[in-house]
């Protein structure tokens, strides 16, 4: 009764009280970027944290829209979580009534003793492993729980630590999975929401679950991380302009290809002199 309870409450409070910033921004972002077209099979990928878990109940509200005609496989990769994180997880998916699939990888074991960039290492090891599964089941498309807070800070990151103008694509052709999609169908949606949406129904969910960052909820680990000193960043910005955040994201809509001294497309670099003058 108690996981019916919470289900039913978490449904509700997406269609009433949260309807207008997370429902409605969810089903902008699937009919905007056309993330969802008849016939998909989707393998929505669960990490046990917050947005994850709001991306499965969002497909399930999806799901009874007419007119969606798609499937969904919900999927949970095991990469080596402690015994209690695993329980966390299986315990939130019963509690939402999300029928989740486990599969289990060595992810962290193969990566403990890289010293160098072992979160990207892992990161790349976990898409490869979701695709494959993902093709497995039939999918054709896996989705991805990033949220607009995300997208704002991967582009400052990309400035000031990578020297280039980019951003956190919607959706993306996978290069070494032919025939398959990457989908972020939270691509509108601020953490805010997420965080009240999660608070309002009292569920907890997994801060990290990493093995080599124990504290990773610390302030002391995340004070060094360059995502957090964007973060921070971006909300000193905010005390003077409140619309920066809305100004960053749009800024990579609004780029001016006469105005740039060199672009990339399809591997090619172009320079504003190659043609001036003519």
């Not at 990457?182 to 997420?194: A, G, S, T």
């Not at 995340?222 to 000193?236: A, D, F, P, T």
Request: hydrophobic share 35%.
């Amino acid at each position: 009764m108690e996981g019916i309870e919470y289900s039913r409450r978490a449904e509700q409070s997406l269609q009433k009280k949260f309807r207008k910033n997370i429902l409605s921004r969810f089903t902008k972002a699937v009919k905007d970027y056309e993330l969802v077209k008849d016939g998909d099979r989707i393998a929505v990928c669960i990490s046990g944290g917050k947005d994850s878990m709001l991306m499965a109940k969002l497909f399930q509200e999806l799901s009874h829209y007419k007119g969606c005609r798609f499937e969904t496989e919900f999927l949970v990769m095991d990469p080596g979580y402690s015994p209690a994180n695993r329980r966390r997880i299986e315990e939130n998916a019963e509690k939402l009534n999300v029928p989740i699939r486990i599969f289990e990888s060595d992810i962290f074991a193969s990566v403990y003793h890289v010293e160098k960039s072992p979160c990207y290492l892992c990161a790349r090891m976990r898409r490869g492993y979701l695709y494959s599964y993902a093709r497995e089941l039939q999918c054709n498309k896996i989705a991805l729980g990033h949220h607009y807070d995300d997208v704002i800070e991967t582009i400052l990151m990309g400035m000031l630590y990578g020297a280039q103008v980019q951003t956190m694509m919607p959706k993306l052709h996978s290069t070494n999975f032919a025939g398959m999609e990457l989908i972020r169908p939270m691509y509108l949606i601020r953490q805010e929401d997420i965080i009240a949406w999660r608070d309002y129904n009292g569920l907890e969910f997994l801060q990290c679950a990493c093995r080599f960052t124990e504290e990773c909820g610390s302030d002391n680990q995340e004070s060094r991380s360059k995502r957090m000193e964007i973060r921070k960043l971006i909300q000193s910005l905010r005390e003077t302009n409140p619309f920066v955040e809305s100004n960053i994201f749009r800024s990579v809509e609004n780029v001016n290809v006469d105005t740039v001294i060199a672009y990339k497309k399809d591997g090619q670099r172009y320079h504003f002199l190659d043609g001036y003058g003519e």
